[in-house]
């Protein structure tokens, strides 16, 4: 069931929530709403279930308006950030309670409601628990129950708010995993809200980058990493490096630092921004780029060792980061206080006088 | 040095000792003796006496009148309370503070002035009691003047048990179970009313208490005209009066006795809220 959102407008009082918001979640995917806390991610996610009424706009569900239809009759699964389960209801009761408050003309037999719940916890993998409250359970467990619950009901249309937020890392990304499959084996179309790049370019198929109540960039993963169509999104969307400087004749320069660009760049004032594995670390400065540096902090955790760079000569906002392999940390063992060079390979320039920036390749 | 062990600040043996010892002896002086010593007194012409005091024609009607005006305040109570948290927790609106504040007046004013108050504006001089009157519907020195003053007053006991918890609990469970497509009774029935139950009982445990017990306000309205108006803390008062000192301390019996009741189940329901 895809979701077509036009014109949307949400107000709280006097705050504008939502600004003319247009959006088509494609039918089977997973889509998710990914901004910082007050970017109204949260408040889309709740319009499309119901559970907030725009002052303009319309919701269709495959067609459908669905705009003035209320929360009960939409028939959408939700999973509540903190879950929400029925603390006075044990786990089979809090799973089995949208087939209980059906019409009695709809709702299956106790029999057959007793095997439906059985079903789902065994596929939430929970089987176990199922007479249990919900106070006597882990947060992973409380969010798998969340998620059995909403599917009792068979939706076609599941939103999740932040599902993994108040979790600890290594659940949060075992269940991210699980989702995914849970996702890929049943087929509905998912819309998840999120404040983690990382959460949302791993495990969706499309993302919509919002920011105070506007829609930044709908792309897949990929693209939206790749190319993306602002500084915001850049600078969300993980680490970031920043030259900010004059372009004249073909040489951006500010201070003791200089960079050569490929051809065809105006004169302008202008920002390059480049990630962490777009940049290359050297002894010595080469004809491309002059960026000295001194080496601030070393951090050997993870699959790369990440390098905190203070500017020497010149000025950023912030310290630049570039990642280097353990192997090359190894070979050259750079010390706190070491003078290097970075070398640019792909960057984007963020031109004062363009719309749209440009991506620049030296390789 | 094993044997000495660790302290905290502020945790002083003599500090502490004398601050129990204080606590101990205030509790024997001031409620254990004055509760043992109604009892002494009500038996003290031995259990036929107490019986008898007890089955004195007027003090019969005074319980039976007592238990009538609770059984029709605390239902009352209840459900205006129910609906008032729900109100003042579950939506904005404009004045909502004004009214959460508002709620606590009867908490605030003298019983007696609540009476008076009563007494002004429904007795047969006052605004609506005159208009009544033409109807001939005589609302002071009669039941329905003491069950309307006991409302009065027990009125805040369940909402300011019941606001602070759905504060806390907050929405999130009723938009689940709205989204799961319960009905608004289904959602009250279900959810909303399991959550809330021990404090909904132990605000029907306090509104029932002081319906039970009021003097004041009671007092000022039912004109305690004996084996009609008088509510058993009103015959108390009657007996003393009149010198019957057993008689007066049986019926107190009687009332300390419900308090007692009280404190048990307000025991028993605050052990399970704190188990929930």
Known sequence: MSIEIQGINKFFDKF????????TIPDGQLTALLGPSGSGKTTLLRIIAGLETPEEGRIRFSGKDVTDLHVRDRRVGFVFQHYALFRHMTVAENVAFGLNVLPRKERPGKPEIRKRVKDLLEMVQLAHLA????????????????????????????????????????????????????????????????????????????????????????????????????????????????????????????????????????????????????VRLTQDASDRAHL??????????????????????????ELWEVGISHTEFNARHPQRGDRCFAVPDVGHLFCEHAAEPTTLDWR | MAARKHRRVGDSPVVRRSLVGLAVALTLLFLFMP????????????????????????????????????LLTVPLNM???????????????????????????PFAVSPVVAGLLFLLLYGSNGWVGQWLGEYDIQLMFSWPGIVMVTVFVTCPFVARELIPLMQQQGREEEEAGVVLGASGWQLFRRVTLPNIRWALLYGVILTNARAVGEFGAVSVVSGSIRGQTNTLPLQVELLYQDYNTVGAFAASSLLAGIALITLVVKAIVEWRQSRN
């Not at chain 1, 504008?16 to 959006?23: E, R, S, V, Y």
């Not at chain 1, 000295?292 to 390098?307: K, W």
């Not at chain 2, 503070?97 to 508002?102: A, E, F, G, I, Q």
């Open chain 2, 35 to 70: 509760l043992a010593l109604i009892f002494v007194q009500a038996f003290a012409e031995g259990w036929a006496g107490y019986v008898s005091n007890i089955l004195n024609e007027y003090t019969l009607h005074a319980i039976g009148l007592t238990l009538f005006v609770a």
């Open chain 1, 16 to 23: 504008q929530a939502l600004h003319d918001i247009n959006l």
């Open chain 1, 292 to 317: 000295p540096f001194r080496i601030e902090a070393i951090n050997l955790i993870g699959a790369e060792v990440r390098i905190e760079l203070k500017p020497d000569g010149w000025e950023c906002e």
């Open chain 2, 79 to 105: 459900v205006f309370g129910v609906f008032l948290a729900w109100l003042v927790t579950r939506f904005r609106f404009p004045g909502r503070k004004l009214l959460t504040t508002l709620i606590d007046i």
């Open chain 1, 131 to 278: 007479n249990r409250y919900p106070t006597q359970l882990s947060g992973g467990q409380k969010q798998r129950i969340a998620l059995a619950r909403a599917m009792a009901m068979r939706p076609e249309i599941l939103l999740l708010d932040e599902p993994f937020g108040a979790l600890d890392a290594k659940v949060r990304k075992e269940l991210r995993r699980w989702l995914r499959s849970l996702h890929d084996e049943l087929h509905f179309t998912s819309v998840f809200v999120t404040h983690d790049q990382e959460e949302a370019l791993e495990l969706s198929d499309q993302v919509v980058v919002m920011s105070s109540g506007r829609i930044e960039q709908v792309d897949s993963p990929v693209e939206l990493y790749g190319r993306p169509d602002s500084r915001f999104v850049f600078e969300f969307l993980g680490q970031v490096n920043v030259l900010s400087g004059k372009i004249r004749d073909g040489i951006m320069r500010q201070g003791d630092a200089w960079i050569r660009l490929p051809e065809g760049c105006e004169n302008d004032d202008a920002q390059l921004y480049l990630r962490p594995h777009e």
